[in-house]
C-alpha cells in the first residue's frame, strides 16, 4: 500500500489511503474495474455489496486478482431498510453476509445508507427500530473484525445534522461509525467540513463526491451518467473537507466516487485522483 506523507499548518498526517468506487463499471466489470482502478494509481476500491453475490462463492478468485494489482477492499457500500421492523432480520443477515466477505479479506467497512427516500420524517418508534437495525449490524461486522459505518443521504433517514447527531447518540460508539459523504451533505445543506470536526471520533470513512452546483439540481444524488459533473467542477467544496481531514488527522480510506459522470469510467477516476493528488490541498506539494 502507498503511504503519502502530508503536511499542512504544521499538522501531519501520516497516512490517507484513496481508493475509487466501482459501481460505474457495473456489474460485469467487476475485473475490468479492479485492473483500471489500479492502473490509476489508487490503494483501494469499493464495491456496491452486490459483488458479494458474484465472489462469495469464489472469494479466493477475488483475492488472488486485489493482490496481483496490489489493491486493498476499502469497503463495501450497502443500502438496508432501515424503519421496516418486519424486514429487520432480514436486513441485518443481509448485511452480516456482506460483513463475512469484507472480514475474509482482511479488509475494509462496511458503509451502510438507507435505501429509499423518505416521504415523512420518522417518529419516535421508527427512529428506535431504525438505530437498532444499525447497531445490531454493528455488532456483527465487529464480530468480523471490520467496522460499520453509517453514511447519511440526502432525503433519506438522517439528512441533517441534528437528525445525524441523533443516530450517533442512539447507538453504541464502539460499533457504529460515520462515513461523510461530500455530494450527499452538499444536497442536504450540510456543511461536510464541519460535520467531520464534529464527529471526529466516529469518522471511519470518507467520500469525495461531486454534484451539480444549479440551482435546478436534483434533491437527490443519482449514479446516472450525466447526473454529476466533472470531478471537482462541482458544487462539493473539497478544498475545506481536505483541511478539516488533516485538522482532525483523519488516517483511514477516502473513497472517489465518479458516479454520474459521463466520461469513461477509467477516465474519470483518473482524473478524479489527479484533482484529489494535486488540487484538493490534501497532499500539498
Given at each position: 500500500m502507498k503511504t503519502r506523507d502530508t503536511s499542512t499548518e504544521g499538522i501531519t498526517v501520516a497516512e490517507i489511503r484513496l481508493s475509487c468506487y466501482a459501481a460505474p463499471w457495473g456489474g460485469e466489470g467487476s475485473i475490468k474495474a479492479i485492473t483500471d482502478i489500479a492502473e490509476c494509481g489508487y490503494d483501494g476500491l469499493e464495491f456496491p455489496a452486490a459483488v458479494v453475490q458474484r465472489f462469495e462463492d469464489?472469494?479466493?478468485?477475488?483475492?488472488?486478482?486485489?493482490?496481483?494489482?496490489?489493491?486493498?477492499?476499502?469497503?463495501?457500500?450497502?443500502?438496508?431498510?432501515?424503519?421496516?421492523?418486519?424486514?429487520?432480520?432480514?436486513?441485518?443477515?443481509?448485511?452480516?453476509?456482506?460483513?463475512?466477505f469484507a472480514g475474509a479479506t482482511g479488509q475494509g467497512n462496511l458503509i451502510i445508507c438507507h435505501s429509499e427516500p423518505l416521504a415523512e420524517p420518522l417518529d419516535d418508534?421508527?427512529?428506535?427500530?431504525?438505530?437498532?437495525?444499525?447497531?445490531?449490524?454493528?455488532?456483527?461486522?465487529?464480530?468480523?473484525?471490520?467496522?460499520l459505518c453509517f453514511m447519511p443521504k440526502a432525503r433519506h433517514f438522517a439528512d441533517s445534522d441534528r437528525d445525524i447527531r441523533r443516530v450517533l447518540a442512539m447507538t453504541n460508539p464502539e460499533v457504529v461509525h460515520l462515513a461523510v459523504d461530500t455530494a450527499e451533505l452538499t444536497l442536504s445543506e450540510i456543511d461536510p467540513a464541519k460535520a467531520i470536526k464534529t464527529n471526529a471520533s466516529r469518522l471511519k470513512a470518507v467520500r469525495f463526491r461531486d454534484v451539480?452546483?444549479?440551482?435546478?439540481?436534483?434533491?437527490?444524488?443519482?449514479?446516472?451518467?450525466?447526473?454529476?459533473?466533472?470531478?471537482?467542477?462541482?458544487?462539493?467544496?473539497?478544498?475545506?473537507?481536505?483541511?478539516?481531514?488533516?485538522?482532525?488527522?483523519?488516517?483511514?480510506?477516502?473513497?472517489?466516487?465518479?458516479?454520474?459522470?459521463?466520461?469513461?469510467?477509467?477516465?474519470?477516476?483518473?482524473?478524479?485522483?489527479?484533482?484529489?493528488?494535486?488540487r484538493s490541498g490534501l497532499y500539498p506539494y
Open positions: 469464489r472469494l479466493h478468485v477475488f483475492e488472488e486478482i486485489l493482490d496481483t494489482t496490489g489493491l486493498k477492499l476499502s469497503g463495501l457500500l450497502q443500502n438496508v431498510n432501515l424503519t421496516d421492523p418486519e424486514k429487520a432480520d432480514e436486513q441485518v443477515e443481509r448485511a452480516a453476509n456482506s460483513a463475512r418508534e421508527g427512529w428506535t427500530t431504525a438505530a437498532a437495525i444499525i447497531e445490531e449490524i454493528g455488532h456483527r461486522c465487529r464480530d468480523f473484525g471490520i467496522n451539480s452546483g444549479s440551482k435546478r439540481r436534483a434533491e437527490t444524488t443519482s449514479s446516472r451518467p450525466g447526473t454529476a459533473p466533472q470531478f471537482g467542477r462541482g458544487a462539493a467544496k473539497f478544498e475545506a473537507v481536505a483541511k478539516a481531514l488533516v485538522d482532525i488527522k483523519y488516517d483511514g480510506w477516502i473513497t472517489v466516487d465518479i458516479s454520474g459522470e459521463s466520461a469513461v469510467p477509467k477516465e474519470a477516476a483518473a482524473a478524479g485522483y489527479r484533482y484529489v493528488l494535486r
